[in-house]
């Protein structure tokens, strides 16, 4: 069964600005990830963040962990074109379970 | 760094047809290796994992099975395809089952 979910399921922006996508998940991580799949292809790991951590970064993206709230978000500055793809958070305890995504589309 | 290979890309079968999806690994040893399902604009579902040669954990009941006859192979089979396979399916590997995860490229299959 899937832990987290994203919020939104799409997201539409202009190139240039921020976008930031939310997961939320129900029980306890040792930690969070973020991946990208471009349409028909497989997905790509972004970054990690442990449960200890609260904030971490890797070029322009930018995430962030509240386990009290159980929740993640990722933010991406200055959006490119190329950053159109969806994302999915994917929580690690056990095991490892994925969301359904967020679809993002940024237009030049 | 692992690369993870999968063939075919693309698959069309009539229902009832057999299946055999391959899945291979480089630049690692001793891999978990996983199988997941994704639905059109859907997530991932896992389908199968294994944390050794000849050891196979099923995650949801279906008419597809898994083997792992080496360190770095992985294959997705199915004696008898249902419409209800369609889908795109994508092998990972990682060292642990929580840590991160490398995936291959996907095979997209149209049972029709």
């Known amino acids: 069964s899937q832990q987290g979910e994203e919020d939104p399921q799409a997201l539409s922006i202009q190139e240039g600005e921020n976008a930031t996508m939310n997961c939320s998940y129900k029980t306890s991580i040792n930690n969070l990830q973020w991946y990208r799949q471009n349409s028909g292809r497989g997905l790509v790991h972004l970054i990690l963040?442990?449960?200890?951590?609260r904030e971490k970064h890797s070029g322009r993206l930018r995430v962030t962990l509240d386990t009290s709230k159980k929740s993640s978000s990722l933010l991406i500055t200055a959006s490119r074109a190329a950053d159109t793809a969806s994302y999915f958070c994917?929580?690690?305890?056990?095991?490892?379970?994925f969301g359904a995504g967020t679809r993002l589309t940024v237009k030049p | 760094s692992q690369t993870i290979h999968q063939w075919p890309a693309t698959l069309v079968q009539p229902v009832g047809s057999p299946l055999s999806l391959e899945c291979t690994v480089e630049g690692t040893s001793n891999p978990n290796l996983y199988w997941y399902r994704q639905a059109a604009g859907r997530g991932l579902q896992l389908l199968f994992y294994s944390v050794g040669i000849g050891q196979i954990s099923s995650e949801v009941p279906q008419n597809l099975s898994a083997s792992r006859p080496q360190d770095r192979q992985f294959i997705l089979s199915s004696k008898k395809l249902l419409l209800s396979d369609s889908g795109f399916y994508l092998c990972?590997?990682?060292?642990?089952?929580?840590?991160?995860?490398?995936f291959g490229p996907g095979t997209r299959l149209l049972v029709l």
């Open positions: 990972a590997c990682g060292q642990t089952l929580q840590e991160t995860q490398y």
């Open positions: 994917a929580t690690g305890y056990n095991d490892m379970r």
């Open positions: 963040i442990r449960s200890n951590e």
